[in-house]
């Protein structure tokens, strides 16, 4: 019989009743299909809470992830400008060193005396027709184009120094404000007065734009370039090195001595205080704040024994000490899930314990392990308040060669970007969440793929 049925049934038994007629006057029967109703009904309750739940869940996960990637997508494409360049030579040489001496133009020092600046402002004055000596019109010119644009054209002149003296067709970068404007991200209802960009530096973007010299590309400098004062030039690039150093030392160090300690607690150690002692602390280890083991980095790696702040070596060794109770943890759980008749059949063929555990143990729990691991990993990488103490939050604008140069990772730099005040470093901050929630899933997948892969070779 169904569950409609039944309650069909007790509900009709229950109006054939008599007036007044009480449960303990009901047959035994009646009283069990009356039961069995409100316990159907209870479980009817706790099915919609659940789905309730789940739905309340969803919903604020589709929230986070709209909110974030609503704000980041634009991070990923970076508006630029292409015009021919015109590399005057008075403006390039104005005290003629370069007659006497064509070999300056390769001088660093030569080079950073160089008016950028006017030589980009003078080629977008050209395209738009205004004129050279009108410093309102110039002003609000150059507030169209990145300080950064200066980096590019001075290394095209270090690489191409024979075009000096011609025009040359240059793609640079606009600033943050015409990136923005370009996007459609400033209001342009508000008074001139309360945006950054005027009405005539609107229409100046919207003719470079029909003209086909200001455009949106593909920002590659979001993942190849270093931090930045200017938010259109600033990238994740150190953070990357910086988490991909970290997270090779935490996968070096946590890994071998994780498995290794799980080994010797669950297969070798017996049972004492001692051994109840370290696995206590290990348990307590696991649920620490992460801010005190940057504290014991702070206190030991960069005090006591010197190795240079913000470099990643640091960052990994508190990493390190952070995701190994989560790795012990997860190894003993899949050593603990390996059935005892496995041991006792190779015990009983004449295999030695090392024998045991390394052919026959340690393969079947495989799975497990890496699972733990890289979950370990994932959360790692997510850290920032132990990174924060040891001082990766410091401004790096060189890519560090290696671990001990300085540094500083993705969720760092996702706390730095946060903080400024300009939108477009937040529309940044947001893109760097969406890499590190990239990495994050990719991480994950592939603990999910390893652990199906080795369960199918068991």
């Known amino acids: ?175 943050a404000d015409a990136d923005a404007a370009f996007k459609g991200q400033v209001n342009f209802s508000l008074p001139q007065d309360r945006r950054k960009i005027s009405d005539r530096q609107r229409q100046w973007i919207s003719r470079l734009s029909r003209d086909g010299a200001l455009d949106t590309r593909f920002n590659t400098g979001l993942f190849t370039r270093p931090a930045s004062a200017y938010a259109e030039s600033s990238g994740l690039a150190v953070a990357l090195i910086g988490s991909f150093y970290m997270m090779m030392i935490v996968l070096a160090l946590a890994l071998p001595i994780g498995v290794a300690g799980a080994v010797y607690l669950e297969e070798y150690a017996g049972k004492n205080r001692f051994i109840d002692m370290i696995e206590v602390n290990i348990n307590n280890l696991a649920a620490v704040p992460s801010i005190v083991f940057g504290i014991l980095g702070l206190s030991v790696f960069i005090n006591f024994f010197g190795l240079p702040r913000s470099a990643s070596l640091v960052g990994g060794l508190v990493l390190s000490l952070m995701t190994l109770p989560t790795i012990i943890i997860a190894a003993r759980v899949a050593l603990q899930a390996v059935p005892s008749s496995i041991r006792a059949a190779a015990l009983g063929l004449g295999a030695s314990r090392t024998q045991t555990v390394f052919h026959h143990v340690l393969p079947l729990a495989a799975p497990g392990i890496v699972t733990g691991t890289i979950i370990g990993l994932a959360r790692a990488l997510g850290e920032t308040a132990p990174l924060l103490l040891i001082g990766m939050v410091a401004f790096i604008a060189n890519y560090p060669v290696s671990p001990l140069d300085p540094a500083t990772a993705l969720p760092v730099q996702v706390y730095m970007w946060a903080g400024e005040a300009e939108r477009s470093f937040v529309e940044r901050s947001s893109a760097a969440i969406i890499v590190l929630l990239a990495f994050l899933a990719l991480m994950n997948i592939t603990a999910v793929f390893l652990r199906r892969r080795f369960e199918k070779h068991k």
Do not use: N
């Not at 919609?48 to 929230?63: K, N, T």
């Not at 027709?129 to 110039?138: Q, V």
């Open 1 to 175: 019989m169904s569950e409609d049925s039944i309650i069909a049934a007790g509900e009709a038994e229950e109006a054939a009743l008599p007036p007044g007629a009480g449960g303990a006057e009901r047959p035994p029967a009646r009283r069990r299909d009356i039961g069995l109703r409100r316990r159907y009904r209870a479980e009817q309750r706790f099915r919609l809470y659940g789905v309730i739940a789940v739905i309340c869940g969803l919903f604020f996960l589709v929230s986070l992830l709209w909110s974030i990637l609503s704000q980041g997508f634009g991070a990923f494409r970076q508006t630029e400008i292409c015009l021919p360049v015109a590399f005057d030579a008075r403006v390039i040489d104005p005290d003629h060193r370069l007659a006497a001496d064509p070999q300056l133009i390769a001088d660093p020092h030569f080079l950073a005396l160089v008016d950028y600046p006017l030589l980009l402002r003078r080629a977008v004055a050209q395209k738009l027709g205004a004129a050279a000596d009108d410093r309102p019109a110039m002003r609000e010119i150059g507030q169209l184009i990145s300080p950064a644009a200066r980096g590019q054209l001075r290394r095209f002149l270090g690489s191409h120094p024979q075009a000096v003296g011609t025009v040359r067709t240059i793609r640079f970068l606009a600033s």
